[in-house]
C-alpha cells in the first residue's frame, strides 16, 4: 500500500515540476526585468539625489539651514528608496523562485 502512495506521489510531483517550469521561466524574466528597470531608475534618481544633495550643501553656505537639511535628506531618500526597491523585489522573487525549486 505504501509503496503504491510513493508511486503515486512521486508521479504528481513530476506532474507538477513540469506544470510549474513557465512560472519559473516567468519569474526568471521578471527578476531580469527588474534588473533592467531598476538600474535605470537608480541611475535617473541618483542624479536627481546628487543634485538636491548638492542643493542642500549650497542652501547650508548660504544660511538657510532649515531647509538645507531637508533638501539634503530628500536628496538622500530619492537616491536610495529605489536601490530598496529594487533589492528587495529582486530578493523577494528569487525566494519565491526557490520555494517553488523545492517542488
Given at each position: 500500500m505504501m509503496t503504491v502512495l510513493y508511486g503515486i506521489g512521486t508521479v504528481l510531483r513530476f506532474i507538477l515540476r513540469i506544470a510549474?517550469?513557465?512560472v519559473q521561466?516567468?519569474?526568471t524574466l521578471l527578476i531580469l526585468?527588474?534588473?533592467f528597470i531598476g538600474g535605470l531608475a537608480?541611475?535617473?534618481c541618483g542624479l536627481i539625489g546628487l543634485f538636491c544633495v548638492i542643493g542642500g550643501i549650497c542652501l547650508f553656505i548660504n544660511g538657510d539651514i532649515s531647509l538645507g537639511w531637508q533638501v539634503l535628506?530628500?536628496?538622500i531618500i530619492v537616491a536610495v528608496v529605489p536601490q530598496a526597491l529594487t533589492?528587495?523585489?529582486?530578493?523577494g522573487i528569487g525566494c519565491l523562485k526557490e520555494l517553488l525549486g523545492r517542488v
Amino acid at each position: 500500500m505504501m509503496t503504491v502512495l510513493y508511486g503515486i506521489g512521486t508521479v504528481l510531483r513530476f506532474i507538477l515540476r513540469i506544470a510549474l517550469l513557465p512560472v519559473q521561466a516567468v519569474l526568471t524574466l521578471l527578476i531580469l526585468a527588474i534588473g533592467f528597470i531598476g538600474g535605470l531608475a537608480n541611475i535617473v534618481c541618483g542624479l536627481i539625489g546628487l543634485f538636491c544633495v548638492i542643493g542642500g550643501i549650497c542652501l547650508f553656505i548660504n544660511g538657510d539651514i532649515s531647509l538645507g537639511w531637508q533638501v539634503l535628506l530628500v536628496g538622500i531618500i530619492v537616491a536610495v528608496v529605489p536601490q530598496a526597491l529594487t533589492i528587495w523585489g529582486e530578493e523577494g522573487i528569487g525566494c519565491l523562485k526557490e520555494l517553488l525549486g523545492r517542488v
